[in-house]
C-alpha cells in the first residue's frame, strides 16, 4: 500500500512561486507612474554625485549633529523642574545624567565630525565644532542651575564652610537658677 499523498499546503511550500509578468497580475499601474519616469529616476541615482553637492550635503549633516544637543534643552529643563530640589535618587541620578551627557559630547567632539572631514569644507566645519560645543555648554550650564537649586553648590553663607568664621548668636541665653 502507497503512502498517503502530502496534504495541499506541504505541496504549495516545497514549490517555487509562480512567476507573475505584468499581464497576468492585472493590478493597474499608481495614478501619475509612467515607465519613463522609472528609467530616468534609475539613471539619476546611479549618476555619481558631484563634489560641490556632496561636500553640501556633509555640512547639512554636520549641521544637524551640532544643533542636535540644542533640542534637548527644553525636554531636560522641564525634566528637571519637575523632579523638584529634594536630594532623593531620582533627581540625583538625573543630575547624574543631565552632567555625564554633555561631558562625553565635549570629549568625542572630534570623533562626531570626523565622517564629515574634507579639505573644501575644513573651515566651515571649524564654526560647526563651536556650535556644538557651545550647545554641550548649554546643556552643562542647565546642570549647574539644578545643583544649585538643590543647595549642593557653595553659593551661600553656611556652618559647614570651613573658611568662615564661627557665628554669634544676637542674643547670650541666661539660666537662671531659682
Excluded: C
Excluded at 555640512?59 to 519637575?82: C, D, G, H, R
Excluded at 561631558?103 to 570626523?114: R, Y
Amino acid at each position: 500500500m502507497p503512502p498517503p499523498p502530502p496534504p495541499a499546503w506541504v505541496v504549495a511550500l516545497n514549490s517555487p512561486m509562480p512567476s507573475l509578468s505584468k499581464n497576468a497580475s492585472r493590478i493597474p499601474d499608481p495614478p501619475g507612474y509612467t515607465k519613463t519616469k522609472q528609467r530616468t529616476q534609475t539613471s539619476s541615482s546611479s549618476a555619481p554625485a558631484k563634489p560641490v553637492e556632496t561636500d553640501a550635503l556633509k555640512l547639512k549633516k554636520a549641521w544637524e549633529i551640532a544643533l542636535a544637543p540644542s533640542k534637548q534643552i527644553p525636554m531636560n529643563a522641564i525634566m528637571m523642574y519637575m523632579s523638584g530640589n529634594s536630594l532623593q535618587i531620582f533627581s540625583i541620578m538625573m543630575v547624574f545624567m543631565l552632567f555625564k551627557g554633555p561631558i562625553q559630547g565635549l570629549i568625542n567632539t572630534n570623533a562626531a565630525f570626523t565622517k564629515f572631514e574634507a579639505e573644501s569644507i575644513r573651515g566651515k566645519l571649524v564654526g560647526v565644532k563651536a556650535v556644538y560645543v557651545l550647545m554641550q555648554l548649554a546643556l552643562l550650564a542647565l546642570g549647574i542651575w539644578k545643583v544649585n537649586g538643590m543647595g549642593l553648590l557653595p553659593t551661600t553663607r553656611s556652618d559647614w564652610l570651613a573658611w568662615e568664621s564661627e557665628r554669634q548668636p544676637l542674643e547670650r541665653a541666661y539660666f537662671a537658677f531659682t
